[in-house]
T-cell receptor, first 112, second 112 residues
Framework: DQQVKQNSPSLSVQEGRISILNCDYT??????FLWYKKYPAEGPTFLIS?????DKNEDGRFTVFLNKSAKHLSLHIVPSQPGDSAVYFC???????????FGKGTRLSVIA | DGGITQSPKYLFRKEGQNVTLSCEQN?????MYWYRQDPGQGLRLIYY???????QKGDIAEGYSVSREKKESFPLTVTSAQKNPTAFYLC???????????FGSGTRLTVV
């Protein structure tokens, strides 16, 4: 039973446009959410996070939005750059009790 | 520089052999984790450890074993009981469950 779902395996976006990556979760106990970026044959690197007490967190070109009632979060990248091409993983945790649960990832391709 | 070191980067194993993947961190993190990545499967938790001399099974622990004799080290043994061991293995650490992970660069294990 997948608790964190990334339903789009891949996404292609033109350079300079907005990339929107989506993530849904089923466990209402999750209260901390993170996005990781991963290049082939490398470990994931932390990108941005959000606590359930917020609905938006911004860091430069990256913004994460959280809709608790819909159990949905999204990552916006504006403007998209070719170097953003990677696999993006959504992850969630239940504070203090469980390891991170990861989605299956979305492969983003930014086309120049 | 602080970080997590996984070795080797590539590993080949004959069927029926056990093999041990190394993971060392100098971040003074209490918790350490092993994940496995397969194409289209995201990151799946194998084992984790919150403290020295203690560890718990993750979602796919069968065929694997771990030890945590030192805070800095969390080696993973892939035994001959693991039916499909070919995968990309990632080690991670953090200071506690409600904090993001730092990942190693991974070990690609191939059974020949």
């Amino acid at each position: 039973d997948q608790q964190v779902k990334q339903n789009s395996p891949s996404l292609s976006v033109q350079e300079g446009r907005i990339s929107i990556l989506n993530c849904d979760y089923t466990n209402s106990m999750f209260d901390y959410f993170l996005w990781y970026k991963k290049y082939p044959a490398e470990g994931p690197t932390f990108l941005i996070s959000i606590s359930s007490i917020k609905d938006k967190n911004e860091d430069g070109r990256f913004t994460v939005f959280l809709n608790k009632s819909a159990k949905h979060l999204s990552l916006h990248i504006v403007p998209s750059q070719p170097g953003d091409s990677a696999v993006y993983f959504c992850a969630a945790s239940h504070e203090g009790n469980t390891p991170l649960v990861f989605g299956k990832g979305t492969r983003l391709s930014v086309i120049a | 520089d602080g970080g997590i070191t996984q070795s080797p980067k590539y590993l080949f194993r004959k069927e029926g052999q056990n093999v041990t993947l190394s993971c060392e961190q100098n971040l003074n993190h209490d918790a350490m984790y092993w994940y496995r990545q397969d194409p289209g499967q995201g990151l799946r938790l194998i084992y984790y450890s919150q403290i020295v001399n203690d560890f718990q099974k993750g979602d796919i622990a069968e065929g694997y074993s771990v030890s945590r004799e030192k805070k800095e080290s969390f080696p993973l043994t892939v035994t001959s009981a693991q039916k499909n061991p070919t995968a990309f293995y990632l080690c991670a650490s953090n200071t506690g469950f409600n904090y993001g992970y730092t990942f190693g660069s991974g070990t690609r294990l191939t059974v020949v």
